[in-house]
């Protein structure tokens, strides 16, 4: 390896050495193969027999990586994407794209923003073509940047209208107070009614560069092939920094929607209303990395979801599952496991009648309990996790 291009491949040979512990199946997957350009855009290539290539650019830029004064720019950016270069109009490009058969598609998370194209095996180099257009060399005009203003307004609103998008939301601001973590993909209304083209160039600047960025293909591709195209149309990206990730200290709390009093066991109370809720329950998870990412993993599925729209109760795996169905307690059951690059969150969201909330909670929570205690090699990865249940409530 080398500075300029450096390779690492992992392969079966590699695993081989660790057959004891690794299972077999895994030794009998394709091998990926990673090569740095001089400008430090890594390109990433799996071998997969199949005509149809997918194509994807991985950007470190996402809202934990902005400010409160520039909290959604990135997820604004991204509704730019498609609208125009200066090599190719919006027309030309959704042309372009039609006549190749291809298919592009884009999204901003909490940790990145991700361009992706699926087209036939042959199409590849003008895909990725387009792909180091749209990020290289977007026009941001005036008049598009107004017209999806409104549109991510309407996106916006649409969103407040999701009960379990909101309580999730809500759940990271509490988990991560004072952090870029809890704020939202979106960002405030404010902002984005007041982010200009020059905000965007220059977030452009700041966080399109090659060092943290990555290009994967996954298909019937030639690796060194690959790596020649993307060194042809990507070498103007510059070098920049990787990012670091902001601070992620996890904190904590309650969030009761517009009711204070949602877990109230008053019954004078629950009989004046008694309306549906959402509810995020959850405490500190894993991050990617972790060592333990597999285990919690396997505690998600455990816990299994319940939806009691589909029924089937008596035929479930999960006890959990099973209680909620037969005590009438919830109208639908998630867990969920969301990992970052340096923390994570586990626990799960539910919908259930406001008089239900704390049995569900504490069902919940016992579950939990149950399952470290019983569940071998569970009880010490979940106790180290310092798993004290936090929760966010949405009404």
Request: glycine share 8%; proline share 4%; with cysteine.
């Amino acid at each position: 390896n080398n500075e300029e291009a450096g390779r690492c491949m992992l392969s079966a040979a590699t695993l081989t050495a660790a057959a004891g512990r690794v299972p077999a199946s895994l030794l009998r997957s394709p091998c990926v193969q990673v090569t740095r350009l001089r400008n430090g855009l890594r390109v990433a290539t799996q071998h997969k027999a199949s005509e149809v290539v997918t194509a994807g650019v991985y950007i470190p830029a996402g809202s934990m990586y902005e400010t409160p004064q520039n909290n959604g720019t990135a997820h604004f950016l991204e509704h730019m994407a498609f609208k125009g270069t200066t090599r190719r109009s919006q027309a030309q490009l959704e042309h372009e794209v039609e006549g190749l058969g291809a298919q592009l598609n884009a999204y901003t998370s909490r940790e990145q923003t991700v361009f992706l194209a699926r087209s036939c095996k042959a199409a590849l180099p003008r895909t990725l073509d387009i792909l180091a257009d749209i990020i290289q060399r977007p026009t941001l005009e005036h008049r598009s940047v107004e017209s999806e203003r409104q549109t991510i307004i309407r996106e916006m609103e649409e969103v407040d209208t999701q009960s379990e998008e909101v309580a999730f939301d809500k759940f990271h601001e509490i988990s991560f107070k004072g952090s870029p973590m809890g704020a939202t993909i979106l960002g405030p209304v404010h902002n984005v009614r007041h982010i200009t083209r020059d905000d965007l160039r220059a977030y452009v600047r700041a966080h399109y560069t090659a060092s943290g960025m990555v290009l994967v293909v996954v298909g019937d591709v030639a690796h060194d092939k690959t790596v020649k195209l993307a060194q042809q149309l990507f070498e103007g990206i510059p070098t920049g920094e990787v990012p670091e990730p902001p601070a992620a200290n996890f904190h904590g709390g309650i969030y009761c929607g517009d009711s204070p009093k949602l877990l109230d066991t008053n019954p004078a109370a629950i009989a004046k209303a008694d309306p549906t809720v959402t509810v995020a329950l959850g405490t500190l998870g894993v991050s990617w990395s972790d060592a333990d990412f597999f285990a919690f993993q396997v505690l998600n599925a455990t816990l299994g979801s319940w939806d009691a729209m589909l029924g089937g109760r008596d035929y479930l795996t999960s006890r959990l599952c099973r209680e909620l169905g037969a005590r009438n307690l919830a109208e639908r059951l998630h867990p969920f496991v969301t990992c970052y690059v340096n923390t994570g969150l586990f626990g799960v969201t539910f919908a259930a009648r406001r008089s239900c909330v704390r049995s569900v909670c504490e069902l919940v929570m016992r579950e939990w309990a149950h399952l470290c205690v019983h569940s071998r090699g569970l009880s010490s990865r979940m106790s180290h996790k310092h798993t004290e249940p936090r929760g966010a409530g949405y009404q």
